[in-house]
């Protein structure tokens, strides 16, 4: 029984290194490559909608041990005893159109916090809709930019619960193969929506 653990073991040591080793290649070179988008974007905001540009909240990563996300600002704040946020800004609908507020999480990654590929990070107030266990094995790998769930899922109005098989799947059969393919699954995903927004399509 031992040598079956101790193979599953030695693959999950691997993909792990694998994809980490991944996800700080790819991470810097998209960071550096939208630098100039980011540097815009948070200009916008800035002159628009003031500040702050960046949205900060607590997450859940890995072995649920909570983390910063960094999104940019996409909604007016309330200045009130907690610093609420109200509506979504001009700006954010835009951001948001394009998943380019989710931008910052490039850095997420560089620190280690999160990945490319993964199941999305929930807020760490949110109140558990699954079973204890499904909740361990979905945060049993780091949380990603993008995953499974969001590939399937982009547009359609899905029930957290519908979300959550696509993440307990993808935990459970995690492959360099399927990394690479919900890679070019949301690229594809991307270019489609800034094509159809190109040719005066509704989003």
């Known amino acids: 029984m031992r040598f079956p653990i101790m193979i599953c073991a030695w693959v999950i040591q691997m993909y792990d290194g694998i994809t980490r080793f991944l996800d700080l290649i790819l991470a810097f070179i998209t960071a550096f490559i939208t630098l100039p988008l980011m540097i815009f974007i948070a200009f916008t905001i800035f002159i628009f909608d003031g500040r702050p540009i960046f ?37 954010g609908r835009w951001l948001r159109r394009f998943s380019f507020d989710e931008l910052p999480q490039l850095f997420n990654i560089l620190q280690g916090n999160m990945s490319l590929i993964g199941p999305r990070p929930m807020p760490a107030d949110i109140n558990l809709t699954c079973s204890p266990r499904m909740w361990d094995v979905r945060h049993s790998v780091k949380p990603g930019l993008t995953g499974l769930s969001q590939i399937y899922t982009q ?25 690479f393919y919900i890679i070019f699954k949301t690229f594809f995903a991307v270019m489609k929506r800034l094509q159809n927004n190109k040719n005066g399509e509704t989003l």
């Not at 990563?61 to 907690?82: A, Q």
């Open 155 to 179: 547009g359609k109005p899905r029930l957290f619960s519908e979300k959550l098989k696509y993440d307990i799947y993808f935990v459970k059969n995690k492959t360099i193969r399927m990394y």
């Open 55 to 91: 949205f900060l909240q607590d997450r859940v990563g890995l072995n649920k041990r909570i983390f910063k996300i960094y999104k940019f600002r996409t909604m007016i704040v309330k200045f009130d005893n907690e610093n609420n946020f109200d509506q979504v800004t001009t700006t």
